[in-house]
């Protein structure tokens, strides 16, 4: 059962651009919501995470956006470079338990 | 750097094989966690130890089966090997029950 839908499957922005990912959730017992990123041949990368008690997270460039009330958030990478370039992953986890990841996001930033 | 290492990085089998992959994780970190990533695909979660412990498990038949060693190393070892199991495997650790996961760099096992 797929608990984690993420979309688009791919995205291609041109640099200085807003990158967006969406994704949606089934699973209400999941509270921490961490995104990952990876590069070709590395593990994932924790990027920026959020708790369902809060609307908004922002990190440099990265903000997430949360909507618990339709179980859905979104990943926004403000002035994307081509550094950026990478599969990006939503997660929900269960306190303490394990991860369970959307199918992924390929990112590719022009210059 | 996570500080968690993986080995062997590459790893070849032949079908109905067996092998054991291995991580290492930081000191302190009594939380490991296996992921099956299968190219193109989000990581699917295996099993997770807790103080040398099973503590929770995938969707995975038991010829997935693990060990976590008082030294923060822990091993994931597959028989009879299939080809769909062809993927790369990640190991996760974390201190205690803090919620941040960090990855390894991951085996790629391919079976012939």
């Known amino acids: 059962q797929q608990q984690v839908k993420q979309s688009p499957q791919s995205l291609i922005v041109q640099k200085g651009g807003i990158s967006i990912i969406n994704c949606a959730y089934e699973?209400?017992?999941?509270?921490?919501f961490p995104w990952y990123q990876q590069f070709p041949g590395k593990g994932p990368a924790l990027l920026i995470a959020?708790?369902?008690?809060?609307s908004e997270k922002k990190e440099g460039r990265f903000t997430i956006s949360f909507n618990k009330s339709a179980k859905q958030f979104s990943l926004h990478i403000m002035d994307s470079q081509p550094g950026d370039s990478a599969t990006y992953f939503c997660?929900?986890?269960?306190?303490?338990?394990?991860?369970?990841f959307g199918e992924g996001t390929q990112l590719t930033v022009n210059p | 750097e996570t500080g968690v290492t993986q080995s062997p990085t590459h790893l070849i089998k032949t079908r109905g094989q067996q092998v054991t992959l291995r991580c290492s994780s930081q000191?302190?970190?009594?939380?490991v966690s296996w992921y099956q990533q299968a190219l193109g695909q989000g990581p699917q979660f295996i099993f997770q130890?807790?103080?040398?412990?099973?503590?929770g498990r995938g969707n995975f038949p038991p010829r997935f089966s693990g060990l976590q060693f008082p030294n923060y190393s822990s091993e994931l070892n597959v028989n009879a090997l299939e080809l769909d199991d062809s993927a790369l495997y990640l190991c996760?650790?974390?201190?205690?029950?803090?919620?941040?996961?960090?990855f390894g760099p991951g085996t790629r096992l391919l079976v012939l």
């Open positions: 997660a929900g986890e269960t306190s303490g338990s394990r991860l369970t």
């Open positions: 130890y807790y103080r040398e412990e099973e503590n």
């Open positions: 959020i708790r369902p008690d809060v």
């Open positions: 699973n209400t017992a999941f509270d921490y």
């Open positions: 996760a650790s974390r201190p205690g029950q803090q919620e941040t996961q960090y």
């Open positions: 000191s302190g970190h009594n939380t």
